[in-house]
């Protein structure tokens, strides 16, 4: 039985060809390359932003690219703990972790957060495999030390975040042999130290880490805002070092952008071709990022 199209919706269909085939050089340019994809924010806690995440996760495994997904979950660690009654303090943006603290950021991170996020690739046609940085020796951390003016006599002074540590050495194997088994591997921020303890990391340090590691092509940092804005409000596309750098200088770039930044550029100066800073909210920012001339986030490289 043959179909014919309504030629109303010539125009649509001409579109999404023209949309692929935009898309050509980019989809060979990035096969077999490594994407390490740092997700949170709220767009967490959108079921349609969710799934728009997940397709984007799954149509890059079946392109040929390796996504790899390092996740947060500071708002959901915050929920639990209230609702456990356990108050939190936080230095720097940091939450202080003591032992409690610890294990239900440990429970929620690697327990609940990570396996809704693999779910969620299951439930489009994807292989994920959920992991924390404990796996395999992925990460080792380090205690994080911390350092505050006193109010009063000004005297710097440390402070101690209990379990709160970073990244000080990654071992990618186990993610390069998940990759080769077609598997997409999702990322608690949660590592072992030397001293056998478990610390809670910063998910963009952490995802900035293991894209050093990996020698990622793209470092994708999915955040609130649009990416880095100029003075004027406009989104600043294309960055380098001296970029970054005199942005801060002048002021340009303040508050929490600062150490997102500061994240990607220690990524790229580890091997790290590109990163990307990008507002998760929009649907399916990855791929305009990725498949268009036009791109979507800040981009900051060598």
Known sequence: MMTVTDPSKMPDLLAKAETLVEALPYLQRYAGET???????????DPEAQRDFAEDVVLLKAVGINPVVVHGGGPQIGAMLKQLGIESTFVGGLRVTDAPTAEVAEMVLAGKINKEIVGWIAGLGGRAVGISGKDANLVLAEKVKRTEADPNSGIERHVDLGFVGEPVAVDPTILKNLANDNFIPVVAPVALGADGATYNIN??????????????????????VAGVLDKGGALLTDLDRAGVDALKGDGTITGGMIPKVDTCVAAVDAGVDAAVILDGRIPHAMLLEIFTARGAGTLIHR
């Open 203 to 224: 998910a963009d340090t952490m995802a900035g880490a293991i894209a050093g590691a990996l020698g990622a092509r793209r470092f994708f940092l999915l955040t609130d």
């Open 35 to 45: 994407f390490v994809i740092k997700y949170g924010g709220h767009a967490m806690g």
